[in-house]
């Protein structure tokens, strides 16, 4: 996911420009991150209203998830798990948000290196270098899982890329100031390619995860706004309680706020728009060459049936498909090997923070033993897919992290900045604050599971967990249900 350190790795202050910055903007060039952006908020809610909700999650990332951390770290000269005391005290971190951050690590680990050989083999398949039914789905019983030679690859490169990270990961952080550049460039490519077929793009007003449902107009202008809003808040909830660790490691106050406006205000919403953009004109320029008398009408019928004819081939509003189909086929090989490759940098990086996280939570085992733990769960998730389903780990990821930024701004207030030092044992104001923030986040996650269209449709969940963590934390810590405060030192 980034390349944001864990406490020790770190040792020279560094300014804006050269520390948190270009980390972050490297976070949002990740193709997970950008792929699957707008395949719900696009057909639904149209261009205008998805480019709105990616603009406004952006400084609301920034003011609720990374600011306060990001002060506090910097301002109390110490890292995540030490300002985190203050909130969750001084055991608690090892749980929030210790134990957390190794476990959603796992998670995008399994992502990042899931999308590294998917895009590959899609990008050797689209160049002839490789037959496609090789890659041909397998039955087994009655499941559908990726064919024998992609999960072989995703074990052996799982494993190759976990025992990289136990020695070479700062020769991967440091490439990986320089490579984004390679992914920021498909990126631009692709919107100034696409733009001439902006004027032919409509929204479709059907859910793909609700093919039978047409939203109205408004209705869906104002999910396509909530859905891009989502995704970039929750993307960012980790990362921005992860600042705490960049503002210790900042020069400057001046460097952690203007660091952060550059690197999780505007970043998200540049990258998202460029990424909408290509999506919806290559979407549109596919609609202007298949315009024909038949098409209109199949397409009418579609809209008075409030369902997808299997006859037609659906739109697909994903970054993965500008580059499979808007290209010549060398041009769109390229750029899918591009962001192939580009994924295993946070593969990297994600094994080496759950193996120092686990370790760090029982150094009874070794480091190298967690990592082999958490590669084969990690491997595991990919088998049943799981890395494929991003807006479902990136909604999880924003429920477990965006009350833990609720819960610790609301610390912050309470203490006007001040960093009071990490209180004794377990703060159960901090931990309930956190479990209830984290309640409303899974609302929809759970309303899914259960089938539960009313739970399921609370799209902006992240945001709401984050202000029911800091309302529960100010009324918690107000009826005194703080632990008694520890030395600062």
Same mark, same amino acid.
């Given at each position: 996911?980034?390349?944001?350190?864990r406490p020790?790795?770190?040792?020279?202050p560094?300014?804006?420009?050269?520390?948190?910055?270009?980390?972050?903007?490297?976070?949002?060039l990740?193709?997970?991150f950008?792929?699957?952006?707008?395949?719900?908020a696009?057909?639904?809610?149209g261009?205008?209203?998805?480019?709105?909700?990616?603009?406004?999650?952006?400084?609301?990332?920034?003011?609720?998830?990374?600011?306060m951390?990001?002060?506090?770290?910097?301002r109390?000269?110490?890292?995540?798990?030490?300002?985190?005391g203050?909130?969750?005290?001084a055991?608690?971190v090892?749980?929030?948000?210790?134990?957390?951050? =190794? &476990?959603?690590?796992?998670?995008?680990?399994?992502?990042a290196?899931?999308?590294a050989i998917?895009?590959?083999?899609?990008?050797l398949v689209?160049? *002839?270098?490789?037959?496609?039914?090789?890659?041909?789905?397998?039955q087994v019983?009655?499941?559908t899982?990726?064919?024998?030679?992609?999960?072989?690859?995703?074990?052996?490169?799982?494993?190759?890329?976990?025992?990289?990270?136990l020695?070479f990961?700062?020769?991967?952080?440091?490439?990986?100031?320089?490579?984004?550049?390679?992914?920021?460039?498909?990126?631009? =490519?692709?919107?100034?390619?696409?733009?001439?077929?902006l004027?032919?793009?409509?929204?479709?007003g059907?859910?793909?995860?609700?093919?039978?449902?047409?939203?109205?107009?408004?209705?869906?202008?104002?999910?396509?706004?909530?859905?891009?809003?989502?995704?970039?808040f929750? $993307?960012s909830a %980790?990362?921005?309680?992860?600042?705490?660790?960049?503002?210790s490691?900042?020069?400057s106050?001046r460097?952690?706020?203007?660091?952060?406006?550059? =690197?999780?205000?505007?970043?998200?919403?540049?990258?998202?728009?460029?990424?909408l953009i290509?999506?919806a004109?290559?979407?549109?320029?596919?609609e202007?060459?298949?315009q024909?008398?038949?098409?209109?009408?199949a397409?009418?019928?579609?809209q008075?049936?409030?369902?997808p004819?299997?006859?037609?081939d659906?739109?697909?509003f994903?970054?993965?498909?500008?580059?499979n189909g808007?290209?010549?086929r060398?041009?769109?090989?390229? %750029?899918?090997?591009?962001?192939?490759l580009?994924? +295993?940098?946070?593969?990297?990086?994600?094994?080496?923070?759950?193996?120092?996280? $686990?370790?760090?939570?029982?150094?009874?085992?070794?480091?190298?033993?967690?990592?082999?733990?958490?590669?084969?769960?990690?491997w595991?998730?990919?088998?049943?897919?799981? $890395?494929?389903r991003?807006?479902?780990? $990136?909604?999880?990821l924003g429920?477990?992290?965006?009350?833990v930024?609720?819960? &610790?701004?609301?610390?912050?207030?309470?203490h006007r900045?001040?960093?009071?030092?990490?209180?004794?044992?377990?703060?159960?104001? #901090? +931990?309930?604050?956190?479990?209830? #923030?984290?309640s409303?986040?899974?609302?929809?996650?759970i *309303?899914?599971?259960?089938?539960?269209?009313? %739970?399921? =449709?609370?799209v902006?969940?992240?945001?709401?967990a984050?202000?029911?963590?800091?309302?529960?934390?100010?009324v918690?810590?107000?009826?005194?249900?703080?632990?008694?405060?520890?030395?600062k030192?």
């Amino acid at each position: 996911m980034s390349t944001i350190p864990r406490p020790g790795t770190e040792v020279e202050p560094k300014p804006w420009q050269t520390g948190l910055a270009p980390v972050y903007i490297g976070m949002f060039l990740w193709i997970a991150f950008i792929d699957q952006l707008g395949r719900r908020a696009l057909p639904v809610g149209g261009l205008g209203w998805s480019l709105l909700g990616a603009a406004a999650a952006g400084p609301l990332s920034y003011l609720l998830l990374f600011r306060m951390p990001a002060l506090w770290g910097h301002r109390a000269g110490k890292p995540l798990d030490v300002v985190a005391g203050s909130t969750f005290g001084a055991r608690g971190v090892a749980i929030v948000p210790n134990l957390l951050i =190794g &476990m959603a690590q796992v998670l995008l680990f399994a992502v990042a290196v899931g999308y590294a050989i998917e895009l590959t083999f899609q990008g050797l398949v689209l160049g *002839g270098m490789v037959e496609a039914r090789a890659l041909r789905p397998a039955q087994v019983g009655g499941a559908t899982l990726k064919s024998p030679l992609f999960l072989a690859t995703a074990l052996f490169w799982a494993v190759a890329t976990a025992l990289v990270s136990l020695k070479f990961v700062r020769w991967i952080a440091y490439l990986m100031q320089f490579f984004p550049i390679f992914p920021a460039l498909v990126i631009g =490519g692709a919107m100034l390619a696409t733009l001439t077929g902006l004027r032919s793009f409509h929204p479709t007003g059907i859910d793909p995860t609700r093919p039978f449902a047409v939203l109205p107009e408004g209705e869906g202008h104002l999910r396509a706004f909530l859905l891009t809003l989502q995704w970039v808040f929750a $993307f960012s909830a %980790m990362a921005g309680v992860m600042g705490a660790d960049w503002g210790s490691g900042s020069v400057s106050r001046r460097d952690v706020r203007v660091g952060g406006w550059v =690197g999780i205000a505007l970043a998200p919403a540049i990258v998202s728009a460029l990424a909408l953009i290509a999506v919806a004109g290559y979407q549109g320029s596919k609609e202007a060459a298949r315009q024909s008398e038949e098409t209109r009408t199949a397409r009418s019928t579609i809209q008075d049936l409030g369902a997808p004819s299997p006859g037609l081939d659906a739109p697909d509003f994903t970054f993965r498909a500008v580059m499979n189909g808007g290209f010549d086929r060398r041009v769109g090989c390229v %750029m899918l090997l591009t962001f192939g490759l580009a994924s +295993l940098a946070p593969a990297v990086y994600s094994s080496f923070v759950f193996g120092v996280q $686990f370790n760090a939570i029982g150094p009874g085992i070794s480091k190298l033993t967690w990592t082999m733990l958490g590669t084969a769960t990690a491997w595991l998730l990919i088998v049943v897919g799981w $890395f494929e389903r991003t807006e479902g780990v $990136f909604n999880v990821l924003g429920a477990a992290f965006a009350p833990v930024a609720g819960a &610790m701004a609301a610390d912050y207030l309470r203490h006007r900045g001040d960093w009071p030092g990490p209180r004794r044992g377990f703060n159960p104001a #901090g +931990l309930i604050a956190w479990a209830i #923030g984290l309640s409303v986040g899974l609302l929809p996650t759970i *309303g899914r599971a259960l089938g539960d269209e009313r %739970m399921a =449709g609370l799209v902006a969940a992240a945001p709401l967990a984050f202000v029911a963590a800091f309302l529960v934390y100010l009324v918690l810590a107000t009826a005194r249900l703080e632990s008694a405060a520890g030395p600062k030192s």
